[in-house]
């Protein structure tokens, strides 16, 4: 998975935090992300579980994440060292199955979801700064931070850009039809409508059939898949950041049936909507070194 995001404006820097986890040592209270969230791993190796998958990261690689997912636990398998970034991009962030390198100009990023940069040496130098900045009283209110952070998610994608063009294998990238890509980017902006599978194949102008030949060659799901992943990621970012009821978000998301979407969520995410927010709405940050 790719995320594309513009950076003709800056992102607007959070928080960072480096963190120092001994062997085994584990992190289980739930910690939500409010913003995108980037980590980099300089030392050692972390196992991270998300509200919907599990991730091994090792040393020397970095894990974007810009949908809001909760970090339930952070787990050392090694003395371990990362950096914790979080965000909030001033432009909106797009979903693709490839990397719109053909769509790419100065103020473009696209990051997949993990990778390894090229110049580890580098990226840490950036974070290094950021760290030396947020301990200087007088940049806690400038733009600074936010000018700089850009910068590392502009050699993020330097470095990615550099690996994939550069590849020993030397294999072609594999391009998505133009047409899938405005799928995929008019799905995510009506996200919050009804959407049947003939309906969104006839706005397009293509059969149900083809659409789904689609996204299982690109997605690996079928569309009726990918249009639950959605809703359900929408509705966990209204759980934690609205008042609506459970009930009013199913209505809100397109779900007729309020106990088809309560079981939908439950088998996705593992908790019931009114568990999920009870349980990941208030922010316990991690310890710092």
Known sequence: MFY?????KPAHFDQCHKYLLNKYQVHSTPIPISNCCLIFVIEGA??????DKNMALQ???WYFNPDQKMIQKIEATAKTQFYLLTFASSSTIHQAATSFLDHHDGFDVTLPEFDFPKNTHTVETYLNKLETNLNQLAYKSTLSNDYLLSEILIELRDQFVDNLLNSPKNTPLKRTPAKFERIMQWLALHADETLEVTAIANRFDITPEYLTYLFKTYEGVSTIKFIHNLKISKAKDLLLTTNMSVKQIGYYLGFKNIKYFMRLFKKEIGYTPTDFRNNFSVSIPLPEI
């Not at 594309?4 to 003709?8: I, P, T, V």
């Not at 972390?46 to 509200?51: A, H, I, K, P």
């Open 59 to 61: 040393q020397g690689q």
């Open 46 to 51: 972390l196992n991270v579980t998300t509200t």
């Open 4 to 8: 594309h995001l513009n950076l003709a």
